[in-house]
């Protein structure tokens, strides 16, 4: 009886953990040019969804959060600067998921990128936030 317990515990436990990690959500708070705003991204079912961010009149931004299949499940951040016909990536980032806020810059730490012509920075960092 008490190892029946025991495994319906769990079960109810993963079932609250897993239920827990699906209310996630990706939040990127980015600062160009004296502004500031924050880009949030649910997970996504394929890294080529969703379109990037365009930052002031150089940057686009781009996150991608993928939860599955688990051995790909990852966090991947793109910054490219626009600067004519084809964007120009000038900063990637993977962080492999699950992962965990570190800290006041979430688990990305703060990040500075800086646009190559004009010299112009973009800062960002980036936490995993519980949706409501």
């Known amino acids: 009886?008490?190892?029946?317990?025991?495994?319906?515990?769990?079960?109810l436990s993963l079932g609250l953990i897993a239920t827990a990690s699906w209310a996630q959500t990706v939040a990127c708070h980015l600062t160009y040019g004296g502004e500031s705003q924050v880009i949030e991204a649910v997970p996504a079912s394929s890294p080529y969804v969703g379109a990037p961010t365009a930052i002031g009149s150089f940057f686009?931004?781009?996150i991608v959060f993928m939860r599955e299949p688990a051995d790909l499940?990852?966090?991947?951040?793109?910054?490219?600067?626009?600067?004519?016909?084809v964007p120009i990536a000038v900063h990637q980032a993977s962080h492999p998921y699950p992962?965990?806020?570190q800290?006041?810059?979430?688990f990305t730490g703060?990040?500075?990128?800086?646009?190559?012509?004009?010299e112009s920075e973009l800062q960002y960092w980036c936490?995993?936030?519980e949706a409501p």
């Open 73 to 85: 499940a990852r966090i991947n951040l793109y910054t490219h600067a626009d600067l004519g016909e």
């Open 110 to 118: 703060l990040q500075r990128i800086y646009e190559p012509k004009r």
């Open 60 to 62: 686009l931004f781009r």
């Open 127 to 129: 936490e995993i936030r």
């Open 1 to 11: 009886m008490r190892c029946a317990l025991l495994a319906i515990g769990s079960g």
């Open 103 to 106: 800290g006041r810059y979430g």
């Open 99 to 101: 992962l965990r806020n």
